[in-house]
C-alpha cells in the first residue's frame, strides 16, 4: 500500500563520515525532515554510512557521478516516484561532474508531477574544464538536447529548471541570479543552524572542554572551529596569534576540528599550518583537537571552554558558514571578516568584529581589541545571541525548508487544476 507520506527523495553527494560540513549538514537535515512526518530516501555515494541517520532510507549506490552514472540516478528516481526531489548541490560534491548540473531536466521529463528543489550550499559549481574532451563534449551534446536559454556553465540547467532554489546566504543568492533573470521569485535564503550536538551552558562545560583542550581554567583562550581546508584562513589567524601573543603572553588558540580532504586540489596541508606554528614560535599554545566523533557534543565543550571565537575566511564570511552558526549559538563574541559581496545581515562591532580576509595585522588587531573592550566583547555577545535566535536554530532551519517544499507543491497542484 502506498504511504500517504509525501515522498522526499535526497541526493547528495556528500553524507558521513565523510569530513565535510555539507556531509554532516545533509544528514541531520534529512533526519529532521523525518520527523516532521516526511519519507525520506537518500541517495549517496557508496561510502555513505546510513546507520548515522534515523528515520531515513540511505541507499549508498552511486559509485561516481558522471556522463555513465546518469541513468542510474534516473532509474532510482522513476522506481520511486518521489513527490520531491532534493538536490543537495555544490560541485565538489559531485566530482566538479557537470552531469549533475543537467539531470534535474531529465528527471522532470521522466516525472513530471514531482517537483524538484535544490539548495545550493555554496557558489561553487561544476567545472568542465577540468575534465576530459569526451565529458567537456557529453556536455554541450546534454546542452543542445535540453535546449533554451538560461543555461548556465557552472550550474547547468540547475537554477532554470528547479521549482524552487535554496541559498545560505544572501550573497551567494546574488551570485546565482546574476547568471538566471528573474531567480529570486522562486529563490529564499535560509542559513545552517550549528551541526554538532549542544552540550549544557555552564562552567561546568567550560572547566571540562578546558581539561580536554589542555588550557589553564585563566587563560584567555580564542577558538577557531570549522574543518579545515584552504579559504579558511588559517596561516593568518596562526601569524595573528603569534603578534597577539608578544603582547599577551598568556594568550591561548584552539583549532578545533579535523582536516578535510583538498577536494579542490590546491595542495593545500594541514602539515604546513604545524611548520607555521613552530616557526612563530606559537606551536606549544595551540591546542588542535583534530576530527571529533559526529554524534558526541565534543565540538560543543570544546566551544564552551573558549571566550572568542576567530573565523578568518580567505573570502569572508557569510550566513551560509555552519562555524559561524556554531559559535554564535555558543554565546561567543566572534570576530571574523568581511569580503567583495558584503553580508548584509553582519553589522561590524555589533553581533561580529569584521577586518579584511587575508591580513594577519588586522586579525592580531581585532583579537587585541577584544581582549582589552569589555563594552565591545558584551555587545558581540549580544549579537550573537541575536543572530542564533533569528537563523541558527533547527526548528528555524526546518520551518523554512518545510515552507519551501509546501510552496513548491502547492504550486504544482495550482497548475494541474488550472
Not at 563534449?137 to 536559454?149: F, H, Y
Not at 606549544?284 to 559526529?294: C, L, V
Not at 561590524?348 to 588587531?365: F, I, S, T
Request: aromatic residues 8%; charged residues 25%; neutral net charge.
Amino acid at each position: 500500500m502506498k504511504s500517504n507520506k509525501t515522498r522526499v527523495l535526497v541526493i547528495t553527494g556528500v553524507f558521513p563520515p565523510m569530513a565535510i560540513a555539507e556531509g554532516d549538514h545533509i544528514a541531520r537535515l534529512s533526519e529532521g525532515l523525518a520527523e516532521r512526518g516526511y519519507e525520506v530516501d537518500v541517495l549517496a555515494g557508496k561510502g555513505a554510512n546510513g546507520a548515522s541517520v534515523k528515520g531515513c532510507r540511505v541507499h549508498p549506490v552511486m559509485a561516481n557521478w558522471n556522463w555513465s552514472s546518469q541513468a542510474k540516478i534516473l532509474r532510482f528516481a522513476e522506481d520511486m516516484k518521489p513527490d520531491i526531489i532534493f538536490f543537495w548541490f555544490i560541485g565538489m560534491a559531485f566530482e566538479f561532474h557537470p552531469m549533475i548540473s543537467h539531470v534535474a531536466t531529465r528527471l522532470k521529463a521522466v516525472l513530471p508531477q514531482t517537483r524538484i528543489v535544490t539548495q545550493i550550499t555554496a557558489p561553487v559549481g561544476v567545472r568542465p574544464k577540468e575534465h576530459p574532451f569526451l565529458t567537456r563534449a557529453g556536455l554541450k551534446l546534454s546542452a543542445v538536447k535540453l535546449g533554451g536559454g538560461n543555461i548556465s556553465y557552472e550550474y547547468g540547467t540547475l537554477l532554470r529548471d528547479s521549482d524552487r532554489i535554496i541559498a545560505m546566504a544572501e550573497p551567494h543568492l546574488q551570485r546565482f541570479a546574476e547568471q538566471m533573470p528573474g531567480l529570486e521569485s522562486k529563490a529564499v535564503v535560509i542559513p545552517p543552524p550549528p551541526l554538532i550536538p549542544m552540550s549544557a551552558p555552564g562552567e561546568t562545560s567550560r572547566m571540562k572542554g578546558r581539561e580536554m583542550l589542555g588550557v589553564p581554567a585563566e587563560a584567555p583562550l580564542f577558538a577557531y572551529f570549522g574543518r579545515l581546508y584552504v579559504g579558511k584562513g588559517l596561516e593568518y589567524l596562526i601569524q595573528a596569534f603569534s603578534k597577539v601573543r608578544k603582547q599577551v603572553p598568556d594568550a591561548r588558540l584552539a583549532i578545533i576540528g579535523g582536516a578535510a580532504p583538498d577536494y579542490f586540489k590546491s595542495g593545500w596541508s594541514v602539515d604546513a599550518l604545524h611548520e607555521l606554528a613552530r616557526e612563530e614560535g606559537v606551536a606549544d599554545a595551540i591546542s588542535w583537537t583534530g576530527e571529533f566523533p559526529f554524534e558526541t557534543d565534543d565540538g560543543s565543550l570544546y566551544l564552551r571552554a573558549a571566550d572568542y571565537a576567530v573565523l578568518p575566511f580567505t573570502e569572508g564570511a557569510a550566513l551560509n558558514n555552519s562555524s559561524i552558526a556554531a559559535c554564535a549559538a555558543h554565546d561567543l563574541p566572534v570576530i571574523t571578516t568581511t569580503g567583495d559581496r558584503r553580508e548584509p545581515e553582519f553589522m561590524d562591532g555589533q553581533n561580529v568584529l569584521l577586518c579584511q580576509p587575508k591580513d594577519a595585522d588586522a586579525l592580531a588587531d581585532g583579537m587585541l581589541r577584544v581582549l582589552s573592550d569589555k563594552d565591545l566583547t558584551s555587545r558581540l555577545k549580544a549579537g550573537s545571541a541575536d543572530l542564533t535566535g533569528r537563523y541558527f536554530s533547527w526548528k528555524a532551519t526546518l520551518d523554512s525548508t518545510v515552507k519551501v517544499f509546501e510552496d513548491a507543491l502547492q504550486g504544482a497542484a495550482a497548475r494541474e487544476t488550472a
